[in-house]
């Protein structure tokens, strides 16, 4: 300390008092004049009168604080049976939670826990032996034992000096195996997720939540490559992950303030807490990670061709593609469709697999059997409007990949791009358009029929179209970069029928018309923006669709409904018809409330909190369920979760609160403008 020029103090948080109590200290007095500012309302224009206000880049400073610190100092004492006992008790917590930490993973066969600071043996280089020895001797002689028996014990009390934080803190991150005691997790944005999971669930970020409510109370943190560099790589190494994985790495902190958790061993209840949360996220990242036979929906698009855009979604194994694929539905049924969309040609049409399947399996075969609907359904197989277009078990044929890219971690990109761009496919007669997901979160953007104009090109570029399924648009005046991540409280507004917008057109360098998914995160380094194929404009059809919720949601619930009393397929359908909405209404209810993004378990909230109609009983899906049985059930739809967390919306609203009030004011000002002439 004596080698410093200057120390901070802050005695609001070893010091035990009361937010904003701190202190500033230099070696050499002159340098507190430079940074020393002061104002006539500070000193009342007494320049000979010294302020306490003008020291430091705080500014004014309340007197309240500095007397709490005084009279602490002398109530408690600077001395080992003062302050020097509190402190010593809470760096005992900290090394009794770090031995938890450092030996957890041994208790587990699912998670994996490793704190940022190295064991002692670690630090020496030992063998990968001789370090699993320490952490079992760890968690044999120093993890659940009494405070008595264990200051004993010098062997044991010598490494507990050895170990841990030299602070009250403790930092350390979170990984997973891939299945019940199998290989660990290579990812590091898979890690991160799961990291920020818990952190949503234990830490206090949100005006509602509820702290007495919380098993323990963590921290979160993000370590990145450009700070920690080689450090980083070490830790990640150690988490079973890829070292040279430049993705950033979100990690926890826990801070122990108290000296008194380790009397009676109550952290082990944190511990134990701390883990039944982490292994219950660890189920949700599984989901996330594994593919399994899953309902697959698309957006429709074309009246003389059909082209189906699928609804992917990010945080989601089975849904973790963009795919765009051209296909063939009966006569009959694409003749229905047809009118059905010229009846209403804003509508949005959607097709679904009328059974779990892979998607895999279902691009091999080519075909499958589909359900169709007007909007997206609440529940699988029963129209939301009774009035709209619904086909159910349609036979659909001739599924060929147009596009089809990845949006697994690994292959998304860093950042936003420069420009919005969108992939450009159909034929010579309609052409339609769906943008690019290279980052998440993100937004789906598609539109049907859209109007292109290349000048004296047009023509040649649209029949190229036909027969060639290699190009990208990128709007100019779009700049992607400035406008993601969009949300509730941001919303792209932009993307409306009949807009037009300025564009250039590309050849797709990543261009695959293959069963496998291609990389596209590197698009923009190969795309060559200053030397288009063509400029042009571009005209939106009459219907788009817009997402930003469900793409991006963590979580999706996989429940059914049951009659109460036997019902064939075509009379359950029929029952649920009639009480569609009262269904619907029960689980959106419960859905709508934020906090169902970070439920350990959405089935298991769902369930304690809907209410449906007395003749129907809500069940997880492969479960069975009290009651006659049945020859059909109803499935919940993944659509039934429609808000996001959202939190990058919140970080937004500082952007709408200005653009709110400005569109406000120039609406204001132009009404008043008509009035006037008026």
């Keep these: 300390m004596r080698y410093a020029d200057s120390i901070t103090l802050d005695p609001h948080k070893s010091g035990y008092v009361p937010y904003p109590a701190g202190g500033l200290c230099y070696k050499d007095e002159r340098s507190k004049y430079l940074i020393t500012w002061t104002g006539p309302y500070i000193d009342g224009g007494a320049s000979d009168v010294e302020s306490m206000g003008v020291y430091g880049l705080e500014g004014s400073k309340p007197g309240a604080a500095p007397v709490a610190v005084y009279v602490s100092n002398e109530v408690i004492g600077l001395h080992r049976g003062g302050y020097g006992g509190l402190l010593g008790e809470a760096m005992f917590t900290s090394v009794k939670l770090y031995a938890h930490w450092a030996t957890m993973t041994l208790e587990s066969d699912t998670l994996i826990v490793t704190p940022f600071n190295m064991l002692p043996a670690e630090r020496d280089e030992k063998s990968v032996e001789e370090v699993e020895a320490q952490r079992a001797f760890i968690k044999r002689n120093i993890v659940d034992r009494p405070n008595r028996e264990l200051v004993r014990d010098a062997e044991a009390m010598y490494l507990v000096r050895m170990m841990g934080s030299d602070l009250s803190i403790n930092a350390f991150a979170c990984n997973f195996r891939l299945s ?82 380790t009397t009676g061993n109550f952290v082990r209840e944190l511990a134990d807490a701390f883990r039944k949360v982490a292994e219950e996220e660890v189920q949700n990242c599984w989901k996330r990670v594994n593919v399994a036979p899953a309902i697959h929906s698309f957006v429709m698009q074309g009246t003389k061709d059909l082209f189906l855009t699928y609804l992917p979604m990010f945080n989601w194994g089975s849904y973790r593609q963009q795919l765009i694929l051209s296909a063939k539905l009966p006569s009959e049924v694409m003749e229905a469709y047809v009118r059905a969309q010229r009846e209403d040609p804003e509508a949005v049409f959607s097709l679904h697999t009328s059974s779990e399947e892979l998607l895999s399996s279902i691009l091999q075969k080519r075909s ?142 990543c261009a695959s018309q293959g069963l496998d998914a291609v990389d596209m995160h590197q698009l923009f380094d190969h795309l060559r923006l200053e030397s288009p194929v063509a400029q042009g404009t571009i005209t939106l059809g009459e219907s788009v669709y817009v997402d930003f919720a469900h793409l991006n949601r963590d979580t999706v619930p996989q429940l059914c409904i049951t009659p109460t009393e036997k019902l064939t397929r075509d009379q359950l359908l029929s029952s649920v018809i009639n009480d569609y909405q009262n269904i619907v209404d ?17 089935e298991e909230h769902i369930l304690a909190r809907a209410t449906l109609p007395s003749k129907y009983s809500l069940g997880r899906f492969g479960e069975a369920q009290d009651g006659p049985a049945t020859d059909s059930k109803v499935h919940v739809s993944r659509f039934t979760v429609p808000h996001p967390s959202d939190d990058h919306s919140r970080q937004m609203m500082v952007r709408t609160g200005w653009k709110d009030m400005f569109d406000e004011t120039v609406a204001n000002c132009r009404s008043q403008c008509a009035d006037s002439r008026a």
Excluded at 586 to 602: F, H, L, Q, W
């Design 180 to 261: 019940r005691g199998g290989p660990p997790n290579r990812d590091v944005a898979e890690a991160s997720y799961l990291n920020a999971r818990i952190i949503k669930r234990l830490a206090v970020n949100r005006v509602d939540d509820d702290a007495r409510k919380k098993p323990i109370l963590l921290m979160g943190t993000e370590l990145d490559d450009e700070r920690y560099g080689s450090c980083l790589k070490s830790f990640k190494q150690r988490l079973g992950l890829k070292a040279e994985d430049p993705g950033p790495l979100a990690g926890l902190c826990n801070v122990s303030m108290s000296p008194f958790p």
């Design 368 to 509: 499958c059997v589909v359900d169709i609907h007007q909007g997206l359904p609440m529940l699988h197989g029963v129209a939301g409007d009774l009035n709209s277009f619904s086909r159910s078990r349609v036979e659909l044929t001739e599924i060929t990949v147009v596009k089809h890219t990845k949006l697994a971690p690994s292959a998304l990109a860093d950042d936003y791009p420069p420009v919005m761009s969108f992939f450009l496919y159909g034929s010579s007669k309609e052409q339609h358009i769906e943008h690019v997901l290279l980052k998440n979160d993100n937004v789906q953007l598609n539109c049907s029929r859209v109007e292109l104009d290349f000048g004296p090109s047009t023509e040649r570029i649209l029949n190229e179209i036909d027969s060639s399924t290699g190009f990208v648009l990128t709007f100019g005046d779009l700049r992607e970069q400035a406008m993601q991540p969009f949300g509730t409280r941001h919303k792209p507004d932009f993307f409306a029928p009949s807009r037009t917008f300025q564009v250039s057109l590309h050849m797709d360098p």
């Design 586 to 602: 029960g689980i959106s209810r419960v859905v709508a409330n934020e906090k169902t993004t970070i439920a350990p378990d959405i």
